[in-house]
């Protein structure tokens, strides 16, 4: 077993997936990069990364995925314009995207999994432990899980996954976990793991959802594990030997997340995060819902007669 390790400096973003649920929108613009509210995703999940004191990110990305670099750059040009204009306001906003962390960039080039994503960050994280964050998964920062993770991780050495419980008819849209208690009440040991079982063989309502602090020992099993579920490596699978022998690197435990978490990797999903957050902005907050309640009131009639035939 491995000697638990405090602080995590390094975390992962997988980048490069396609975005088909989202085309056209998707054609050429990545899906990290579709706005909620008024900051592309992919910002939300970086400025948790750094909200963790976590400050050198390594993005894993493909083809087409250029204006995430950009979008991190420094844009001289529109700064120094918003600068002449007084408009400081703004200034600062595109100044926020452009130094929260020391930001990488790797291909993952042939599109093999998650699995595969997370194994092409190996040089770059080397022997220690690392954060990995899905894009998909926004999490409010009012509930810092990640901190929770890191923190678990240093008590515990080994991997951390994140947990959330769901309707038993959603488990088979996530990896599932089963677990058993520590004496942490949102600490839980996971014993086994299983990518998306099918109806009636979950073992649990434990979903593992896109956060993960894992042991450098997850390389060596990545680079082993044959493509499973979709002909992909997953990372699920390479956790689930992890689980089964602590000796490999340490043991697995989840942190049970009972917070706000926004899905943006869902359409109607997407809607309701955007929704959500702009009612809850300071700025925004007041006449977008004086606006919501007034378009909702005015259309109940047609949806109620849309519903209930008569």
């Known amino acids: 077993m491995t000697t638990p390790r405090r602080g995590i400096s390094k975390a992962v973003i997988p980048a490069a997936g396609l ?7 998707t054609k050429a613009t990545p899906k990290e ?11 939300y999940v970086v400025e948790e990364v750094v909200d963790a004191g976590i400050h050198d990110v390594l993005m894993i990305t493909g083809r087409n ?26 200034l600062a906003q595109v100044q926020r995207a452009t130094s929260p962390a020391a930001i990488h960039y790797v291909r993952q080039g042939d599109p093999r999994g998650l ?9 770059h994280v080397g022997n220690e432990p690392f954060a990995v964050l899905l894009g998909d998964d926004l999490i409010d920062p009012r509930d810092p899980l990640l901190s929770r993770m890191v923190d678990v ?11 959330m419980e769901v309707d038993e008819s959603q488990i088979g849209l996530y990896g599932c976990a089963a677990v ?19 109806p009636g063989e979950a073992p649990s309502n434990y979903a593992v959802i896109g956060r993960y602090v894992l042991d450098p020992a997850v390389f060596d099993v990545l680079a082993r594990t044959e493509p499973g579920r979709g002909g992909e490596v997953q990372l699920t699978d390479a956790l689930q030997q ?15 997340f009972r917070g706000r978490r926004y899905d943006t990797g869902d359409r109607l999903e997407y809607l309701r995060a955007v929704v959500q957050l702009a009612c809850e902005r300071e700025d925004l907050g007041d006449p977008f819902r004086r606006w919501l309640q007034e ?15 008569v």
Not at 242 to 256: E, F, M, N, Q, R
């Open 19 to 25: 975005g088909t649920r989202f085309l056209p929108a």
């Open 65 to 90: 995925k250029r204006p995430l670099e950009d979008h991190f750059d420094r844009n001289w040009e529109l700064e120094e314009a918003l600068r002449h204009k007084g408009d400081l306001g703004r």
């Open 295 to 309: 378009y909702v009131t005015a259309s109940m009639p047609f949806y109620a007669d849309d519903a209930v035939p």
């Open 242 to 256: 992890l689980a089964a022998d602590p000796s490999i690197g340490g043991p697995v435990h989840g942190v049970v």
């Open 180 to 198: 058993h208690g520590t004496g942490q009440a949102d600490v839980l040991r996971v014993d086994r793991l299983v990518e998306k079982p099918a």
């Open 115 to 123: 699995g595969h994503a997370v194994l092409c960050a190996a040089p």
């Open 153 to 163: 991780q240093a008590e515990h050495g080994g991997s951390v996954v994140a947990l």
């Open 33 to 43: 990069m579709l706005p909620v509210v008024d900051r592309p995703a992919i910002q």
